[in-house]
Each structure stands twice: as structure tokens, then as C-alpha cells.
């Protein structure tokens, strides 16, 4: 089922209240009530609802076209193996870059450590002379932020760890932009890679990834970028943004759980040694050695998330259906409602950067005299479903002196009246808390 058509004319970089209204109608959840009132769904950073299409898309296949992909020679493995390359090739499409360069992962946070254990792997050996450009040990440096998420950080203490090496953290403003003059000195002659996230799960920001890139080039450091809050909200070109490696999460993007993409440039995937291995990412197995396949199968060991790739495919087509740069429009304007909402309110204090700064559409903030997890159920009881903790993302939290937010994520299918309702409602916790 295709996307209720929105505007089609280019000059229109936004979409408006009438567009967003026939896009609802695709997600029937929006419909429900929670605790006896409306639902107001303002957790999509978190995980997004998903349209019919998408849901349509994956039973689709569950129903006509079931079976094992890459393995038999029958009819039917054939078309499966078809349409699961096929939804490759459009998800790799709409990030910029080629289908031999996606690799398919359960998450996110597989992808990372896919490259962190690859790393380590080539730094023990593995992978001969074509994987000496990966080999980390005592002496080298990784670079990180004081904003990643936990799936962007742990991976990379680890790896530190295991090689030896030392992990470098580039530091926070106040107003929770990077200090690139600290990035400039930290980025030198041992860093061999650096981490970043492309947007704040916390802050909202954008991060300045093109200098970062430039850093990295300066000195012979790969980047990886964790896109998981950028993809979903904004038209994203991997290869214009010249980083080495980047993953995203389909459940953030209209897409099911148990999918997820890693990027790489081809001649690194084809270079890194194997993280999972077993069946279907071998080309000839000794009792004592094994020899592996060109990426991306060498990293698709066993059974495949083959009717959640397909669905993952359905997500693009629709979010490029309805224009990515619209998307971002509406959730910039959204972002800003919210922002300006809260910040207004007295006892309020927002995370990130103020009005009219590049940011997504979510805010994070601390209510004075109440706990976050009071908030969320202050919230939860009127129907509005908002995030509350620390977002995996503790070192973020900490450097603001504060343990947990509050965090209301918006997305293409969210309205300005259930924006102006969470800011009302947001008004009110103080008061009933009493402490006002």
C-alpha cells in the first residue's frame, strides 16, 4: 500500500497540517487511547510506529514468498533471494552508496561491533597484509565525544581493552555542541579512528561531521558515524559525507526491530576480518581453516532477517515517497514548537541548543523538584508517551550534573495540537508535584 501522496510541488520544503493528517491515516496505532485518552506518541527517537505499507510489505513476503536466501536452487529460494537483494539494494540507495557496501545487521549496535571486533581481530592477525591498515595497539588512540550513545562508546572501551590502545573524548560546550578546538588537538598523528554520532539522541543537535571528516583525513583515521538518529529525519549521502563506515537502525525509521545496516567503503569491508562467522560467509572450509567471501556476505553469517529487510526496503520507499527533505522541515518546525513551548515554562531547563539552531525534532529537559521518571508517568496518565532516563548516554547526562531527562521525539507523522497538549500538560507537573 503506497503513502497518501503528499505535495509534489519542489519549491515546498516542509509538508503542512493537511499533508500530515492523510499520512496518519497510515499508522492505525495513532488511533488508540492510553488511559482513556487520546494517544499522543512522542517517543519515535526511541522506536517509530510503523505505516501499512511496511507492515503489508513484510507479511507479503511472509505469505507468497518464504524461503531460505542464498541456499537452495529452487524456484522459491531464488525469488527470496531476489527480492532480500533487491530490498539491499534500495536501502543502500536511499543512504547514497552501493548495495555491495550494506551489510545487514540485527541493530545498530551490532554494526559497531562488527567494526570494533573486526578491528581487533585484524590487530591479533587475522586478515593478513590486506587488513594491516586496521591494527590498533598500545600507543594508537580512538576518538569519541561526550554525547554518544552507549552503543557508540562501549564498543570502542572495549577495543581499547582488547589492543592496548587509548580512548580520547572529545569534550561538550554548555550548550552541548562539540569543542572543536579541543577535537583539533585531540585528532593527531595516533588517532586511528574516530566515533561520532551524526545527531544527538539526547541534545537534538547536528554534529559538525564534515570537520571531523577533514580531521580524520588530515591524519589517516577512519570515521564512523552512528546514524541512527539522522537517517530517519533528513536525506542522508554517506559517500558525500566521506565517512568510512556508518550504521542505522530500521525501528527508527518506520521499519520492524531485528533490522539494521552497516555501511563501509567497499574495499574496507572487503579488507576487515569477519566479526560473526559460520554457514553462508565461507567459500571453502578445511578441518583446520576456513576461507571467507567478499563483504557483504562475509559478515552475514547464518540465517538471514530476510522478510525485515524487506520491510525495511518498504520504509525508505515510503519516507522517499513523502520527501525526505519535507520530513525534516516539518520536524525542524515541530522541534522548535517544542522547544520554545518548554523553555517558556518556569522550572524548566532544556538540554542542547536554543531556538532557531540546526536541530531535530526532539527536546530533553529536567523539570526542577521532580524526577524524570515522575514526569513520564505525570505524562503516561494523560496519554502522552514520552522517553524518561538517561538515554543510554550517562557520560552526556553527567557532564550537565543532572542523572536523567525527560524526552519528547517527534517525527513526520506528529501534529503541532499534540505538541501544544505535551507542553500544557508539561506545565502542570510542577504544580502537582508541589514544587512550584
Known amino acids: 500500500m503506497p503513502p497518501v501522496p503528499v505535495r509534489t510541488d519542489a519549491t515546498v520544503t516542509t509538508l503542512t497540517s493537511a499533508d500530515v493528517e492523510r499520512l496518519r491515516a497510515d499508522f492505525p496505532i495513532?488511533?488508540?487511547?492510553?488511559?482513556?485518552?487520546?494517544?499522543?506518541?512522542?517517543?519515535?527517537?526511541?522506536?517509530?510506529?510503523?505505516?501499512?505499507?511496511?507492515?503489508?510489505?513484510?507479511?507479503?513476503?511472509?505469505?507468497?514468498?518464504?524461503?531460505?536466501?542464498?541456499?537452495?536452487?529452487?524456484?522459491?529460494?531464488?525469488?527470496?533471494?531476489?527480492?532480500?537483494?533487491?530490498?539491499?539494494?534500495?536501502?543502500?540507495?536511499?543512504?547514497?552508496?552501493?548495495?555491495?557496501?550494506?551489510?545487514?545487521?540485527?541493530?545498530?549496535?551490532?554494526?559497531?561491533?562488527?567494526?570494533?571486533?573486526?578491528?581487533?581481530?585484524?590487530?591479533?592477525?587475522?586478515?593478513?597484509?590486506?587488513?594491516?591498515?586496521?591494527?590498533?595497539?598500545?600507543?594508537?588512540?580512538?576518538?569519541?565525544?561526550?554525547?554518544?550513545?552507549?552503543s557508540n562508546l562501549v564498543p570502542w572501551q572495549e577495543l581499547a581493552f582488547r589492543t592496548g590502545a587509548t580512548l580520547r573524548v572529545i569534550g561538550l560546550q554548555d550548550d552541548g555542541h562539540l569543542k572543536l578546538d579541543e577535537a583539533a588537538e585531540i585528532i593527531g598523528a595516533r588517532t586511528r579512528l574516530i566515533a561520532v554520532t551524526h545527531v544527538s539522541n539526547v541534545l537534538g543537535l547536528v554534529n559538525p561531521v564534515e570537520d571531523l571528516v577533514a580531521m580524520a583525513r588530515r591524519v589517516g583515521a577512519l570515521v564512523v558515524l552512528d546514524a541512527c538518529q539522522s537517517a530517519p529525519h533528513m536525506a542522508l549521502d554517506l559517500r558525500a559525507l566521506d565517512v568510512d563506515f556508518a550504521v542505522l537502525s530500521g525501528h527508527k525509521m518506520l521499519g520492524p526491530t531485528g533490522i539494521g545496516a552497516l555501511y563501509g567503503r567497499r574495499e574496507l569491508l572487503d579488507a576487515l576480518p569477519p566479526f560473526l562467522t559460520g554457514g553462508s560467509m565461507i567459500t571453502t572450509v578445511q578441518l583446520d581453516h576456513s576461507e571467507f567471501l567478499p563483504a557483504p556476505a562475509r559478515f552475514e553469517a547464518g540465517t538471514q532477517r530476510v522478510s525485515q529487510a524487506v520491510a525495511l526496503a518498504e520504509a525508505t520507499r515510503y519516507l522517499s515517497a513523502v520527501g525526505m527533505d519535507r520530513i525534516a522541515g516539518w520536524e525542524f518546525a515541530l522541534g522548535q514548537r517544542l522547544l520554545e513551548g518548554i523553555a517558556a515554562l518556569p522550572g524548566i531547563r532544556v538540554l542542547g541548543p536554543g531556538l532557531g539552531e540546526e536541530r531535530v525534532g526532539l527536546a530533553s529537559f529536567v523539570v526542577e523538584g521532580v524526577h524524570a521518571h515522575d514526569v513520564g508517568q505525570f505524562l503516561d496518565d494523560r496519554g502522552i508517551e514520552v522517553r524518561v532516563g538517561h538515554h543510554c548516554a550517562q557520560p552526556l547526562h553527567r557532564r550537565f550534573g543532572i542523572t536523567a531527562t525527560t524526552r519528547a521525539s517527534a517525527y513526520l507523522y506528529t501534529t503541532e495540537d499534540e505538541v501544544d497538549a505535551a507542553i500544557a500538560a508539561i506545565g502542570d507537573v510542577r504544580a502537582f508535584f508541589g514544587a512550584v
Open 30 to 150: 495513532l488511533e488508540r487511547t492510553v488511559n482513556g485518552s487520546p494517544l499522543v506518541y512522542l517517543d519515535s527517537g526511541a522506536t517509530s510506529q510503523k505505516p501499512l505499507a511496511v507492515l503489508d510489505a513484510e507479511r507479503a513476503f511472509a505469505l507468497h514468498e518464504t524461503a531460505a536466501v542464498h541456499r537452495g536452487a529452487h524456484t522459491m529460494a531464488g525469488e527470496a533471494t531476489e527480492t532480500f537483494e533487491a530490498a539491499r539494494a534500495q536501502v543502500a540507495g536511499f543512504v547514497g552508496v552501493d548495495a555491495d557496501e550494506l551489510v545487514w545487521t540485527s541493530n545498530a549496535t551490532e554494526g559497531l561491533n562488527l567494526i570494533a571486533y573486526g578491528i581487533s581481530n585484524a590487530s591479533l592477525g587475522r586478515g593478513g597484509d590486506s587488513s594491516a591498515r586496521f591494527r590498533i595497539g598500545a600507543g594508537d588512540e580512538i576518538v569519541v565525544t561526550e554525547m554518544e550513545h552507549h
